[in-house]
């Protein structure tokens, strides 16, 4: 039987329809859950740089404390074993920094953070603006967002359970609602 070039299969034109609306819904998905997963990242990323600057400070506040004229030049026997006591746990926290690693994951948490960031806004670009187009091309952005996905999800890196929970709490509170999406129906003003 011979087809009909002139009339597009009505069944065909639905069906990509069809496939379209689920492939929006996959993409507001992933944005949703790239917006967790960077929201909790970032929350890590932040107590992390936090725990480093108190690894930095502390050693050299012992350290000073400890070289301070008023407490090496005391006769106090007291004074003495302080001063000891100090110049001992200003030595021994940079070595607790080394051997935790605590630097080694503060700059790939920053990146995969700003990875998932920028793939929350871009799944969410393709599911409003991306979807508008014929359905390969759409196909296609999407595919290429998520071999994108698959590459920042190969880090592997997995914040504690409280950072996610945090995350989920600031999300849930409104945190990362845009005023204009709120605002829809209001003009904006100038």
Request: with cysteine; charged share 30%; glycine share 2%.
């Amino acid at each position: 039987m011979a087809e009909d070039l002139w009339r597009p299969d009505p069944s065909h034109h639905l069906e990509l329809m069809s496939k379209a609306r689920e492939l929006v819904q996959e993409c507001k998905r992933f944005s949703e859950s790239c917006l967790y997963t960077s929201t909790s990242l970032l929350i890590w990323l932040r107590a992390r740089r936090r725990l480093k600057t108190f690894f930095v400070v502390t050693p050299l506040v012992l350290g000073s404390t400890a070289s301070w004229k008023l407490l090496t030049e005391a006769d106090l026997e007291s004074v003495k074993v302080l001063v000891s006591v100090l110049a001992f746990l200003a030595g021994l926290f940079p070595s607790i920094f080394a051997a935790l690693k605590l630097d080694d994951h503060i700059d790939a948490c920053a990146r995969a953070a700003a990875e998932f960031k920028n793939l929350q806004d871009r799944f969410r670009q393709v599911a409003l603006v991306g979807s508008g187009k014929p359905f390969p091309e759409f196909e296609t952005e999407f595919k290429k967002l998520m071999e994108r996905l698959e590459l920042a999800r190969a880090s592997a890196l997995t914040p504690p359970e409280r950072y996610f929970q945090a995350a989920r709490k600031m999300i849930k509170a409104g945190d990362y609602e845009f005023d204009v999406d709120i605002n829809e129906d209001e003009p904006a003003s100038t």
